[in-house]
């Protein structure tokens, strides 16, 4: 496959039509709308470094670490806590990245 047969499939694919329609589109200057979210996918990253640091945190409890000797269990329970929101709103925000055709 050519890197210009990936591309064409991956711009395709961007806004939801087969190739072969997107090619057509391109040939009469068609404007396209995204499928994805753009600000829901930025919701997505930032959550995602949330959650990293949250397990960061907990890993170094759960190994002893000198640096969280001071730490109780009522925290890691809060720590446990937190990243079940955050997966929750992350799961929240994925069913919403596509944009439903209705939308488009």
């Not at 753009?38 to 000198?66: C, E, F, I």
Request: with cysteine; hydrophobic share 45%; proline share 6%.
């Amino acid at each position: 496959m050519l890197p210009e047969d990936a591309a064409i499939k991956r711009l395709a694919a961007t806004v939801g039509l087969p190739v072969a329609a997107y090619l057509c589109n391109v040939a009469l200057s068609y404007r396209f709308n995204r499928i994805l979210d753009d600000s829901a996918v930025a919701d997505l990253v930032r959550l995602n470094g949330d959650l990293g640091r949250l397990d960061n945190l907990l890993k170094l409890w759960l190994t002893n670490d000198p640096r969280t000797a001071h730490y109780g269990p009522p925290l890691i329970r809060a720590v446990l806590s937190k990243i079940e929101i955050t997966m929750d709103e992350m799961q929240e925000i994925m069913q919403t990245v596509v944009i439903p055709k209705a939308k488009r």
